[in-house]
């Protein structure tokens, strides 16, 4: 599983890098590898095991905050 | 400017129908105002009118901003840097919607296919989704129409064959519910999916013809809704009172369609349909995101994010939730409060200090 997701993630690279470098469009390759990053940061964390937080449950967090006429 | 990132022009027409295919994406899955039980098609009329509303202050909005996107505006309207912090919960309502969406698609796919795991539908679905986003406005616009005749032939003929199955005594007792239920439904309905055309405040910029912006938004959600409320209606009417208990409706009363055993199992008919408005509802959201988000962070194409932001939303879509359950109750009671300020408070503030202050594109570009 890890493997497949660093192929797929090293595809990715492979796909949009080399354009971005012949265009020598630098905030684009920083932007794309920090968001690139991030998404596999995040995705080996949740392919290791790592509990990653919830949006959802935050929001629902919040919203029970606001309105406590909810049921819970 | 606008103008940098995308290049395509969409007509009114194809706006029209990509509106439609909109709303009927993923609200004809997963049913909206579903506790109001036999009263459901009323509470989603209901809604549907204060979507109406809604979408003509949407458009109110763009006018007074032509040839302009969100992030842009927010700027001037709220100030450089509580703009910023605007444009950023915007863009992630849109994301966070696409995850959703994403979800409720791949979770009905498991349901027919229970062996196979959500991931590798989520992926197939995202790849063509980010495919039609790297493809421009232009494309996921085209699209619109060809759905939109697909979703209503398909309507035609899954009602015209269950007709025979609709006991009108399902549809009694009418509004048997207290006003401030029936409210609170409809305003969920108006929620989810009419008031969700707000993210499209980001594609009416690229329309051709600016005069019939209203007309062309409103005639796109009044063709959305007919369609949810006529299948809504086949729905109580074949299923009745055990309709709120399937956690698809649609799917099981086209299922029960039987036309002297030769004409059945016409479900994977409809299940097409859902496809089909998911991903245009999908690819829309997508769009948007990418889009917005390169705008504001000052790129010149929005491409290079397709694919980091795309590989994010299958992630979300994976740890939105547990199970089916937590989804739709979280369709039913938080979605609507949510989503409240994305979809009114927002454009509404933006509305009345833009008409109040006299903001507009003169303003913009003398900045």
Known sequence: MIL???????????????????RRWWRELAV????????????????????LPNPNKIITLLVHMFLNVLPT | ??????????????????????????????????????????????????????NAMYVMLAVQFPGRIPIEYNDIIFGRYLGKA??????????????????????????IMPETPIIAFAVLMMLVCASAARNGIET????????????????????????KDIKVSNYLPLLNMSLNKFFRESYGAASFPFAETVI???????VKKREEL??????????GGAFLILEIIRNIGVLGQIEDIYTYPTFEAVRLIDVANIVTRLEIAIS??????????????????????????????????????GSMMILLSLINFDNVVENIEFAARIYPVYSFPFELLIPMISLLVAKFRRLSINKLSSE
């Open chain 1, 4 to 22: 497949l997701l660093v192929l797929a993630f090293i595809g990715m690279a492979l796909f949009e890098a080399p354009g971005l470098v012949r």
């Open chain 1, 32 to 51: 794309f590898a920090a968001t690139l990053g991030l998404a596999f940061m995040l995705s080996l964390m949740r392919v290791i095991g790592v509990d």
């Open chain 2, 1 to 54: 400017m606008v103008t940098v990132l995308e290049k395509g022009r969409i007509s009114s027409l194809h706006l029209t129908a990509t509106i439609a295919v909109f709303i009927i994406g993923t609200s004809v899955l997963l049913p909206p105002a579903r506790d109001a039980k036999q009263s459901e098609w009323l509470a989603v009329s209901a809604g549907m009118i204060m979507g109406l509303l809604y």
């Open chain 2, 86 to 111: 605007i444009s950023a919960l915007q863009l992630w309502f849109a994301f966070h919607l696409g995850s959703l969406v994403l979800r409720n698609i791949s979770e009905f796919f498991v349901s």
């Open chain 2, 140 to 163: 996921i616009a085209d699209c619109g129409p060809l759905i939109m005749l697909i979703c209503f032939l398909t309507l035609f003929f899954d009602i015209s064959l269950g007709m």
């Open chain 2, 200 to 206: 499209f405040l980001m594609i009416f910029p690229f």
């Open chain 2, 214 to 223: 209203m007309t062309s938004t409103l005639k796109g959600v009044f063709l």
């Open chain 2, 272 to 309: 097409g349909v859902f496809i089909l408005t998911a991903f245009m509802k999908l690819s829309a959201l997508f769009y948007v995101t990418v889009l917005g988000s390169a705008h504001l962070l000052k790129m010149r194409s929005y491409l290079p994010l397709v694919l980091p932001v």
